[in-house]
């Protein structure tokens, strides 16, 4: 079991990183023009009115103070007020998690669905016309905008032949489940184009390595070689890339929620900046970098229990 | 081998370059048609024909007008011009900005060098657009705050691969050389150092522009980048998502072209990449 002792020691690791975060969202938030006070109580606010705001949210103490103030909000699950929605920011985000989470995973299993049986086409006919014609809609893949690829989607999915909703998220499963499918088939083309050449790269160097060519020396048959001995250890680099791409796949998630009006934390992202609320634009930054590191976290995880060669 | 050696240089084959010559044609023509956008492009961009809105791809208009009635075509000739700006602008001052920190920390290392770490390691815990949007909201939407945003956080992914290179080569006979000669630091640096360990960085600078330009259309297309009525490929697709029931044309077109030029970086990183041999 010693070699989970990382698991262990890389959450203190992680502190420094999540230090970072957070003087960065504080940063980010101080730095925008205007005074809070008056941002809190409107324009026709008091001297005194706001003066009592600003002694009670501590915004008369030096910076580094408010920085405490705010390290001591955050310790206690406390990340301010929406003006928009007149709610507690962390109560606001926890509504808006599921479908985005929804989201995440659904297209990350669709990708996975589109880019295995690609990659394994194009690494078995390495440089013949199904390999080219791969690499051709990879790369296609990579070049798509996401905001693009759901207009066209919808276009052709929804408004010709009216298989599925336009926008929305619903209310029952069967509802959500058919509101999610485009969103999560416009999230999955373009990662699947990341996941299928990452993954051919990586079965082309199996299938030539030394534990191959011994498997077929043993008499084993080229499929038997290729789905128990050569995929299973192709997949594991490609399923650590799924991890350091989950900042690129919130991106997506943001603008695919704008698009499709789905009430995520992308969307909501979204609209904070457009009506300026910016604690919700703070909490909503910060809650993505966190699930960042986390996911990153359980990915070495996922990487050590693979493969008992690595050390972390 | 002589009658491979006979030819002129950028002919002899080499590996990647169908790929590299396909994706330099296409960047090329879209440079092309950037260049020669007052001649090329059949209207005014943002004329607005009254009698001719929301009119079908024809013969009056090849690719249709949208809702204002301006030339499509016309729009997406004209809106090369922004976007190439934003693919190439948008890389260069990542490139330059993150290349001399990489260099500098990773050449002395030290103390410098580890608190350089963490503050990437924080902004890369930051998903990419995520972070540019929350800064672009403090600076107020517009191209100008996109290219600040993209300054101050895609410097980080240039300072770290120059920086493992620089690791690497520091430690070379030639680098021995240079400061047994009694070069300076910044001699060494700069002149010896920096050429050597360029390449990979030009490599990913050229798939950089992918993310780049794609990103710098969906920040437009949010509403946060190049305001209207300036033709911008992203914001084209973002006035066409009201009629996409009426006019879908509005929509795919400028689409295609993001994805042409694209494309083109994708296959001049890939064909540069096999070429120099350059892993990604």
């Known amino acids: 079991m010693h070699r989970y002792r990382f698991v262990l020691f890389r959450p203190l690791q992680f502190l420094p990183v999540l230090f970072g975060i957070s003087v960065i969202t504080f940063v980010l938030v101080r730095l925008i023009p205007g005074d809070p006070a008056r941002m809190l109580l409107g324009t026709r606010a008091t001297a005194s009115a706001l003066e009592r705001i600003r002694a009670q949210y501590g915004l008369d103490e030096p910076i580094w103070v408010q920085y405490l103030y705010f390290l001591k909000n955050l310790s206690a699950g406390e990340m301010g007020r929406s003006i928009v929605f007149k709610t507690d920011v962390l109560k606001l985000i926890a509504t808006r998690i599921e479908p985005t989470l929804v989201l995440v995973t659904g297209s990350v299993l669709l990708a996975i669905l589109i880019a295995v049986p690609m990659a394994t086409i194009a690494s078995r006919q390495r440089g013949r016309m199904p390999d080219q014609a791969v690499r051709v809609v990879s790369t296609l893949g990579l070049g798509t905008p996401p905001f693009w690829l759901a207009l066209m989607l919808m276009i052709v999915f929804s408004v010709k032949l009216d298989l599925f909703p336009v926008s929305g998220y619903g209310r029952t499963l069967s509802e959500k489940a058919t509101h999610m499918v485009l969103p999560c088939l416009t999230i999955a083309l373009s990662l699947s184009a990341v996941l299928t050449r990452s993954l051919r790269a990586s079965l082309i160097a199996q299938i030539t390595s030394d534990q191959a060519t011994a498997a077929r020396a043993r008499g084993l048959s080229e499929g038997a070689v290729f789905w128990r001995h050569v995929m299973p250890n192709a997949i594991v680099p490609t399923l650590n890339l799924l991890a350091v791409n989950i900042g690129w796949l919130i991106g997506g998630t943001v603008i695919v929620e704008s698009v499709f009006a789905i009430p995520g934390m992308g969307q909501l992202l979204i609209r904070g900046i457009f009506s300026r609320d910016y604690m919700v634009v703070q909490g909503v930054a910060m809650c993505f970098a966190v699930a960042t590191v986390l996911v990153n976290f359980l990915a070495d995880i996922l990487t050590v229990a693979a493969d008992p060669r690595v050390k972390l | ?280």
Do not use: C
Not at chain 2, 133 to 147: D, E, M, N, R, T
Not at chain 2, 178 to 186: D, E, F, N, Q
Not at chain 2, 188 to 200: D, T
């Open chain 2, 1 to 280: 081998m002589i009658v491979a050696a006979a030819r002129p240089l950028f002919l002899r084959p080499f590996p990647g370059r169908v790929t590299l010559f396909t994706g330099l044609l296409l960047v090329g023509l879209m440079v092309l048609a950037a260049l020669l956008a007052p001649w090329l492009a059949p209207y005014d961009p943002v004329f607005q024909d009254g009698n001719a809105r929301l009119a079908a791809p024809g013969a009056g208009h090849l690719l249709g007008t949208d809702n204002f009635g301006r030339d499509v075509l016309s729009r997406v000739i004209w809106a090369a011009r922004v976007d190439l700006q934003i693919a190439f602008l948008g890389v260069a001052f990542p490139f330059v900005i993150g290349t001399v920190i990489g260099t500098v920390a990773g050449y002395f290392g030290g103390v410098v060098d580890a608190i350089l770490m963490r503050i990437i390691d924080v902004v890369l815990a930051f998903p990419y657009l995520v972070l540019i949007i929350a800064i672009i909201a403090i600076l107020g939407p517009g191209l100008q705050s996109f290219y600040i945003s993209l300054a101050l956080v895609g410097w980080v992914s240039y300072a770290r691969l120059i920086r493992s290179q620089i690791l690497i080569l520091k430690s070379a006979d030639f680098v021995l050389a240079a400061r047994s000669l009694g070069y300076s630091h910044s001699r060494i640096m700069f002149r010896h150092l920096l050429p050597n360990a360029l390449v990979n960085s030009i490599v990913f600078a050229m798939s950089d522009m992918v993310l780049v330009l794609l990103g710098g259309a969906s920040i437009s297309f949010l509403g946060l980048g190049v305001q209207p009525p300036t033709a911008e490929w992203g914001i084209m697709v973002a006035e066409g998502q009201g009629f996409i029931t009426q006019a879908w044309w509005m929509t795919t077109f400028p689409g295609i072209a993001i994805l042409i030029l694209s494309f083109g970086f994708s296959l001049i990183a890939d064909g540069l990449g096999e070429k120099l041999g350059v892993r990604e």
